[in-house]
Structures are given as C-alpha cells and as structure tokens.
C-alpha cells in the first residue's frame, strides 16, 4: 500500500511540474497553418489519413506516420477530395471528390499514391464511402431520381453500382449459367438497341475483364469459359446492374 500511494505522489508531483494533467499528454502530428479534417487509422496502425485544405486551395487526401513525421499527399489536383477510409488489407483509400462532372463522385487510390480510379460517374451525388469487410464493395448513400438519399453500394474493382440503371431499360433477361460443356450467357436486347452495335463485358470479382462478347437485337445464346465464381456484366462500358453467379 505504501508503495501504491508514492507511486501516485510521484505522478501528481510529475504532472504538477508539467502543468498538465495525465489525461492531458497529447502529441500533435501535424502543425501547420492549414486545416485538416477527419482522421481514420491505417488497418495496421501505422498511418493515419485525413483530408486538407492545403496549397492547392482544394481538399486533398493526405496520411501521415501514426508515430509521427512528414506528411505524403495522396491527391493533388484541382478539385476537392472529402472523407477517405481504408481499405481492410490497408492497400487502397476511398473517398468522394467533386470532379469534372459536377457532382460528388466516388473514388478510390492506392494508399502509397499514384492514379485515382473513378467508381462512380453520373449525375448525381454520392457521398460517405464505406468499405465492406471483405474490401470487395463499397457502401454509400446517393441523392438519386428518387429525390432522397439513397442507399447504394458499388464493387471496389470495377465501379459497378447494384442497383437501376438506364441501361435496364433496353437490356433484359441477362443470365449466366453453366451446362456440361460450357456456360451459357442469354441475353435479350429490345428493339431500343436497333441500328447500335453493343457488346457485353464481363468482369470477375476482381475487375479483370474476363470475355467481351457482340450482341445482336432479340435473344442470343452464346458460350463463354467461365469458372466458377461472381460475374458483374457491362453494355457498352455501362453497368446493367446485374450480379450473377456461376456454380
């Protein structure tokens, strides 16, 4: 018990001659005259990113040593890049960014730096990303056509969003399926799709193009070597909003 009570003499005498109390011992990673906004930890620790208002007089996304040290710019150009989270395996950073199109967009770069990658591109506002546990999706919520916030979530590879899209409206009964010798993609264009020429993409799980196939007007049968997995398919470079799944 003595022991106890000088430990904490010790302490308080510490704290005195500090003037400042324990709870009160805060270590500054940044100190300059700009702003900076909304930490999130790396995965691992090491890093934290944030985004700030820096030379460029735009938000960019920066990370700096969760030990302390010099700040790295992951961002730098003439737009503002808001709210960046982590990736689960601590590889990529995700955010929203007011780009060319005029709306927020969601974007993602790797989390050393280099070329951002788009997710999103239409017109209207997405915003707050979220990472799914896997790193597979990101979450969002979107002022859509509904004039309300919605709830969406797009694939972290190729930027493509669960839910309706334009393209719905001239594309149906898309389906992948296997039989004994290949697999089967049926597909059926409407009578919109007349005079164009269209091709259907097909992207695995990880945003690798996997088969591009040429559509014709009414419903086509056509054989692709797929093995088993989770598909996302594309017309023309737009989503269809469709997710399929080969056993």
């Known amino acids: 018990m003595c022991n106890f009570i000088r430990s904490i003499s010790c302490s308080l005498i510490a704290c005195v001659m500090l003037s400042l109390p324990l709870w009160a011992q805060e270590i ?5 005259s700009l702003y900076h906004d909304s930490p999130q930890w790396s995965p691992d620790g090491d890093w934290i990113v944030y985004y700030k208002y820096d030379a460029t007089t735009y938000w960019q996304i920066y990370k700096v040593p969760s030990a302390g040290g010099t700040e790295i710019a992951l961002t730098s150009d003439s737009y503002d890049h808001w709210m960046p989270q982590w990736s689960p395996d601590g590889n990529w950073i995700v955010y ?10 969601i ?20 915003e707050w990303p979220q990472w799914s546990p896997d790193g597979n999706w990101i979450v969002y919520k979107k002022y859509d056509a509904t004039g309300y916030c919605q709830i969406y979530k797009v694939t972290s590879g190729v930027g493509i969003e669960e839910d309706e899209t334009d393209i719905r409206k001239e594309a149906t009964s898309i389906s992948i399926y296997p039989n004994p010798f290949t697999t089967v993609v049926s597909v059926q264009l409407l009578n919109a799709w007349e005079g164009k020429e269209a091709n259907l993409d097909i992207y695995d799980a990880s945003g690798r193009l996997v088969k591009s196939i040429e559509l014709t007007i009414g419903h086509s049968q056509l054989g692709a070597d797929l093995s088993e997995g989770i598909y996302f398919l594309k017309i023309d470079g737009k989503p269809v909003g469709k997710v399929v799944k080969v056993k």
């Open 107 to 126: 974007y993602k770069t790797s989390s050393v730096g280099g070329t951002s990658t788009a997710l999103t591109s239409d017109s209207y506002d997405h």
């Open 28 to 32: 500054p990673l940044t100190s300059d």
């Open 96 to 105: 929203h960014k007011d780009d060319a199109t005029g709306w927020y967009q």
